[in-house]
């Protein structure tokens, strides 16, 4: 009994040594195990968090149209959204105020100079003087519709159609153009595609041979329809 009780006594001696050699719990945790622990709970340190935020903003710089007015017609108002196309903005035409009802223009489509154009203008009228066809015809010289030879513009659709069968029974190949229009004004809407407004160069240009026309800034996002840049 003696023997056992002597070990006993060196065992427990011995783990109480033990335990005094353990290095204690400091409390302190790794930085770096600190954040990942934060990472892996889908928390973000506010020193992570603001050049993050810095490169969001940068993102989200609002994206500026420019509202047109000051025109005349819807002639003048196509011809200007072409011309913009062709810098590669995007165009809508907007009609403020109350609808009125469309109107039709019978034209023949553009050819390929103002020399063509005017011989086929001669041409059409030699044809329509030899059968007798009260028919107004002149040629378009600005626009989209630029060396087209247009047959006259109606009110009516069933007038536009019956000139359009007239002239084709001749061996043209005439077109109807929809012309929309209201008792308000002509605005014409334009959006950067490249940048986040419609550059000074480009609006210079655009306004250069159109002095009546103004425009203001808005926020491409507030304008009405959704679908108003195709």
């Known amino acids: 009994m003696r023997y056992v009780a002597i070990c ?3 065992a427990n001696l011995a783990y109480f040594a033990w335990t005094l050699l353990q290095p204690g719990d400091t409390g302190l945790v790794n930085p770096a195990a600190r954040q990942e622990n934060l990472l892996n709970t889908g928390i ?57 009802p469309a109107q039709y223009r019978v034209y ?7 020399g063509i154009a005017t011989i086929t203008l001669d041409g059409l009228g030699e044809r329509l003087a030899a059968e007798n066809l009260a028919i107004e015809t002149y040629l378009i010289t600005r ?39 209201s008792d ?10 490249t940048s986040e407004r419609v550059e000074e160069s480009e609006w210079l240009d655009l306004s250069a041979e159109r002095p009546a026309l103004s425009r203001s ?12 840049f195709p």
């Open 44 to 100: 973000t340190l506010l020193s992570e968090y603001q050049p993050g935020t810095a490169e969001i903003d940068a993102q989200e710089q609002p994206l500026l149209c420019s509202r047109v007015s000051g025109l005349e017609s819807v002639d003048a108002a196509n011809s200007l959204m072409n011309a913009a196309r062709q810098r590669g903005l995007q165009a809508q035409l907007e009609l403020t105020g109350q609808s009125l």
């Open 217 to 228: 800034e808005n926020l491409c996002q507030t304008i009405a329809l959704p679908t108003q």
């Open 184 to 193: 308000g004004e002509l605005l014409v809407w334009l959006k950067p595609t």
């Open 8 to 10: 006993l006594l060196l």
């Open 108 to 114: 023949l489509p553009p050819a390929s100079s103002r």
């Open 143 to 181: 626009g989209p519709l630029e060396n087209a030879v247009a047959l006259g513009v109606f009110s009516e659709l069933e007038n536009a159609q019956r000139v359009r069968n007239q002239v084709r029974d001749m061996g043209y190949e005439p077109e109807i153009e929809e012309i929309p229009r």
